[in-house]
């Protein structure tokens, strides 16, 4: 699920263009076949993950959508319906909004997600953490409070002792 990018060059992407142009004249057999599974692997992977390498740092706010593979350092605020991931050499000093979010690294800040919050081993969360399922592996560090759960109904508030109780 989670691979570590080192150095992420843009050498594909400039021959990506080539190979569907390539496809419908290729009169080899061979050739075509490889071409479309080429084309038919690539968008799938493009279009679902975006990643952000050790190497880069972003301050502000970041919105994205579908997927997000942060192993970089971000300062701010991160917005999304989609996946974040957070990789084991992430130094994130943020607040989280997004659908899910696995943490492998480092995060500093309050995490609200819609669905599911997975803290890896290795993981350290120094925040408060909203979620409707909360996973934490053996060796994973999370100090903060935690809502998981949705409640079935609002909470009423308790008896202060001022207000007079019917006897029966």
Same mark, same amino acid.
């Given at each position: &699920?989670?691979?570590? *990018?080192?150095?992420?060059?843009?050498?594909?992407?400039?021959?990506?263009?080539?190979?569907?142009a390539?496809?419908?004249?290729?009169?080899?057999?061979?050739?075509?076949?490889? %071409?479309?599974?080429?084309?038919?692997? /690539?968008?799938?992977?493009?279009?679902? /993950?975006?990643?952000?390498?050790?190497? *880069?740092?972003?301050? +502000?706010?970041?919105?994205?959508?579908?997927?997000?593979?942060?192993? +970089?350092?971000?300062?701010?605020?991160?917005?999304?319906? +989609?996946?974040l991931t957070? #990789?084991e050499?992430? /130094?994130?000093?943020?607040?989280?909004?997004?659908?899910? @979010?696995?943490?492998?690294?480092?995060?500093?800040?309050n995490?609200? %997600?819609?669905? /599911? @919050?997975?803290?890896? %081993?290795?993981?350290? @969360?120094?925040?408060?953490?909203?979620?409707?399922?909360?996973? &934490?592996?053996? +060796?994973?560090?999370?100090?903060?409070? %935690?809502?998981?759960?949705?409640?079935?109904?609002?909470?009423?508030?308790?008896?202060? #002792?001022?207000?007079?109780?019917?006897?029966?």
């Amino acid at each position: &699920m989670f691979q570590k *990018v080192i150095g992420h060059t843009p050498a594909t992407p400039p021959a990506a263009p080539a190979l569907p142009a390539a496809a419908p004249s290729a009169p080899s057999s061979a050739s075509a076949p490889f %071409a479309t599974a080429a084309t038919a692997a /690539r968008p799938a992977s493009s279009a679902s /993950r975006n990643v952000l390498s050790t190497d *880069v740092e972003v301050k +502000g706010t970041l919105k994205f959508t579908n997927d997000l593979i942060v192993d +970089g350092r971000i300062e701010g605020e991160i917005q999304s319906d +989609g996946n974040l991931t957070i #990789g084991e050499n992430a /130094r994130i000093k943020a607040e989280i909004k997004t659908a899910t @979010v696995t943490v492998h690294g480092k995060v500093h800040g309050n995490i609200t %997600a819609t669905d /599911r @919050v997975d803290l890896k %081993a290795g993981a350290e @969360v120094v925040g408060d953490i909203k979620a409707k399922v909360l996973a &934490m592996e053996p +060796g994973a560090i999370f100090v903060g409070k %935690a809502t998981v759960g949705t409640p079935t109904s609002t909470p009423t508030a308790p008896n202060s #002792g001022n207000n007079p109780v019917a006897k029966a």
